[in-house]
């Protein structure tokens, strides 16, 4: 995350390194470490190869590889600046702006950029403003940056959990609700799917932003569909057979099917909702 006396970000410098846990790691420059995969991926706003090679003497580890890179690369390409999806407009942190939602992107997911989590904002702009649907509880599976969570708390959603495995996902979508002053509304929980299932049960909006192979493990479950309404993405044109296969076709409703850049979004509802009766 920015801390001072950066404002912005311009350059990464990346170190993964097989190393399980990390220590605390007092440097002015770090930007945050994920910790994935019995892995350790370190963050800097400069480089830290003297840093790094000594972590890796004192604790036995390897680099396993680094990068040097712009902040507009990791970003998918996309020079970081104020968009504007569904009735939101969303500014970077940095931006002297009167948005809507101001966020710090970090390095983790879920900035707006990708065209998964532009789609899902939008689809949930959409249908938490929907007076007929009275949306007042949602799940956040994947939340990143934690703008998806935001922006339903912004248009009154009033409980909301939002979920991800990586604990600087976690300290960014933190700080985000505080930016926006939503925190009060918004439990940001570090929690690994894998292996503790969400419960949807009572819930009115899953949105689910995640990888392939997790979304096929989940849709697997049948307790998994016992929240009234999903917003499903994080997987492409190609990976949509599987995924079809895995889900229950018989107690779901597609409400909408569509594709952005090759990626895949759907709204689905299980047949038994409430926003289907009457």
Known sequence: MLQSPYTRYQRLFVYHLDLPTIPNLDDPDLIGVWIEDNTAVLFFHRNKDALVAELCRQYACTLIYQA?????EWEVGHEIGSFTAGSFRVAPIWEKSDADII?????????GFHPTTRCC???????VRAPELAINSMLDLGCGTGLLSIAAAKHGVKRIT???????ACRVAETNCRYNKVQKKISVEE????????????VDLVVANLYRGLLEELFSRPDFWQANLYILSGFLKS???PLLAALPADKLRFLERTRKDQW????????????LQG
Do not use: H
């Open 68 to 72: 040097d890179l712009d902040y507009e």
């Open 103 to 111: 966020l710090d992107p970090s390095v983790v997911f879920g900035s």
């Open 121 to 127: 904002l939008e689809l949930v702009d959409k249908y």
């Open 162 to 168: 939002a979920i991800d495995n990586n604990p600087l």
């Open 191 to 202: 929690q690994d799917l894998r292996n503790r299932p969400p419960r949807t049960a009572g």
């Open 239 to 241: 990976m949509e057979p």
């Open 264 to 275: 895949c979004i759907w709204v689905v509802a299980p047949r038994e909702s409430v926003f």
